[in-house]
């Protein structure tokens, strides 16, 4: 009774329709693929960003090797072939472009170690006073004033005097006289022999090439790192070579001198380092400067920015020429520079244009005037 009570209570009651609701689960398999597509993404970007990277620095070494080439057009030695290593000099004392007097042996490795960090710091601020170039004065004739004790300009094919100023009177003339010491062996000729060094052409400060006894060069190379970068162990070693000794090639340089009208002067070493009794004038240097600015060979070597020395080991270095108007004019083709503490900042500084060369001499001038009133002279003296 009661199943049948049950039964017909069903069938009373209208059966509810239900409706299952799928509930949205995550795509975990679509997820999955998400991440390996970012994660395939982020590698390649990865590998893109490392390829630029790599690109960009063989681009970088690329250029750098270029301009490594373009800037080492020097002369060179023959044989020399790979790379140079670049200096700015050749000596302990790294800011001084000429020789210089040597320092007293006495001093202890700490005060010397002090003197050069000021003496670079006093060359830096030598060098920026340079960098800003002050206006040349001139005189009412149009002739540019110069602060130099003496000063000659001369045509340098005819000889005729252009300007002069104290040109008689003596002084050192410091490296400016390695010009004759050049000339003397330009004109000896047999450039192509060697020439070996000995240990009394090494005892020389302070400005030397560091060559060593024994070693062995070709007479041309060192006579082109003497006119370049005026180095004093080069200057007594073509002495000695030519000469036999320093003191019987300074009588060469005397009676070669006095054979070029240079009169007033007297030398007794071939490098210009200061000693009693040797003297000069601008009248005599600018002799002596004609006269190595007509020979071929010393033309071709003063007028190099640069040079590539090879030692006699086989290594190799680039020298800048202490000559900076070199740099600076377009028209300069030469000549000399000099310093120590008794002759001032000298220099013998040639320039050349179309049917005109000229030399001026400047002796006893300043570090901070020095290129400028050679410069203003060589200028000035061109346009004439």
Not at 32 to 45: E, R, T
Not at 178 to 204: C, H
Request: aromatic share 6%; glycine share 4%; proline share 6%.
């Amino acid at each position: 009774m009661f199943e049948r009570s049950f039964a017909s209570l069903r069938m009373t009651i209208p059966r509810a329709r239900t409706k299952i609701v799928a509930i949205p689960l995550p795509d975990m398999r679509r997820d999955a693929c998400a991440d390996k597509s970012f994660v395939a993404n982020s590698s390649a970007m990865m590998w893109r960003k490392r390829l630029f990277f790599l690109c960009a620095l063989a681009s970088v070494f690329a250029l750098s090797a270029w301009s490594q080439d373009a800037d080492s057009q020097a002369v060179r030695p023959s044989g020399v072939n790979g790379p140079i290593r670049k200096a700015k000099a050749v000596t302990a004392k790294e800011t001084e472009d000429a020789d210089v007097e040597s320092t007293s042996p006495g001093k202890t490795k700490t005060s010397k170690s002090t003197h050069a960090t000021s003496h670079r710091k006093r060359a830096k601020a030598k060098e920026s006073e340079e960098s800003i170039p002050a206006p040349t004065e001139y005189t009412p004739e149009g002739i540019p004033k110069t602060s130099a004790a003496s000063v000659i300009v001369v045509d340098a094919n005819s000889g005729k005097i252009l300007y002069e100023k104290n040109p008689d009177q003596i002084r050192p003339a410091a490296s400016t006289q390695k010009l004759l010491t050049a000339l003397i062996v330009a004109e000896s000729g047999f450039l192509d022999r060697s020439v070996t060094v000995q240990p009394v052409d090494t005892m020389v400060d302070p400005v030397k090439l560091n060559i060593k006894a024994g070693d062995t060069y070709q007479r041309i190379d060192l006579l082109r790192a003497l006119l370049v970068k005026s180095p004093n162990d080069v200057a007594r070693c073509l002495a000695r070579d030519n000469a036999g000794s320093v003191e019987a090639f300074a009588e060469v340089m005397n009676r070669r001198a006095q054979e070029l009208g240079a009169v007033h002067s007297h030398f007794v070493n071939p490098n210009g380092l200061p000693v009693p009794g040797q003297y000069s004038s601008a009248r005599d240097l600018s002799l002596i400067a004609r006269a190595a600015y007509a020979n071929p060979t010393i033309r071709s070597i003063v007028c190099l920015p640069q040079l590539v020395f090879r030692y006699a080991n086989g290594r190799t270095r680039e020298l800048e020429n202490t000559n900076k108007l070199l740099r600076r004019l377009p028209y300069c083709n030469g000549m000399k520079t000099g310093y120590t503490d008794a002759a001032g900042k000298c220099l013998i500084a040639s320039g050349t244009r179309p049917g005109k060369d000229v030399i001026a001499v400047v002796l006893g001038d300043s570090s901070s005037r020095v290129w400028r009133d050679a410069s203003a002279l060589l200028s000035w003296g061109l346009s004439m």
